[in-house]
């Protein structure tokens, strides 16, 4: 079993930056994806932005692209969601996933069942 831990929630006004860990140490899979999701109060859970490693390619919502990325840090295992120009609309809880499973590789990267270990979940608050 994959233990994935995010962080980096909190409260910001609108406008402003947060940026959420998932500490994907005990994946290690030399070929990989992570994939960001939010799920707001009484709404389903939402693709946000994904990454799969194998290609180097990267996944974004609509609704947050040019505002949001997913950056990487190979070393530790850790990718990140650096969330720039929130808006209240982005309060959510979000979630990492991890161990995509669907081919072809990053056509269901806002599925939730493309993806076979989910972290707990971060809060954040844009006001």
């Known amino acids: 079993h994959v233990q994935l831990v995010e962080s980096g929630g909190g409260s910001v006004q609108a406008g402003g930056s947060l940026r959420l860990s998932c500490d994907a140490s005990?994946?290690?899979?030399?070929?990989?994806?992570v994939g960001w999701f939010r799920q707001a109060p009484e709404k389903g859970r939402e693709g946000v932005a994904s990454i799969y490693s194998a290609r180097s390619r990267t996944y974004y919502a609509d609704s947050v692209k040019g505002r949001f990325t997913i950056p990487q840090d190979n070393a530790t295992n850790t990718v990140y969601l650096q969330m720039n120009s929130l808006k209240p609309e982005d309060t959510a809880m979000y979630y990492c996933?991890?161990?995509?499973?669907?081919?072809?590789?990053?056509?269901?990267?806002?599925?939730?069942?493309?993806?076979?270990?989910w972290g707990q979940g971060t809060q954040v608050t844009v006001s």
């Open positions: 996933a991890a161990d995509c499973v669907l081919l072809p590789q990053g056509s269901y990267w806002d599925k939730l069942h493309e993806y076979n270990f």
């Open positions: 005990r994946y290690t899979y030399s070929s990989y994806c």
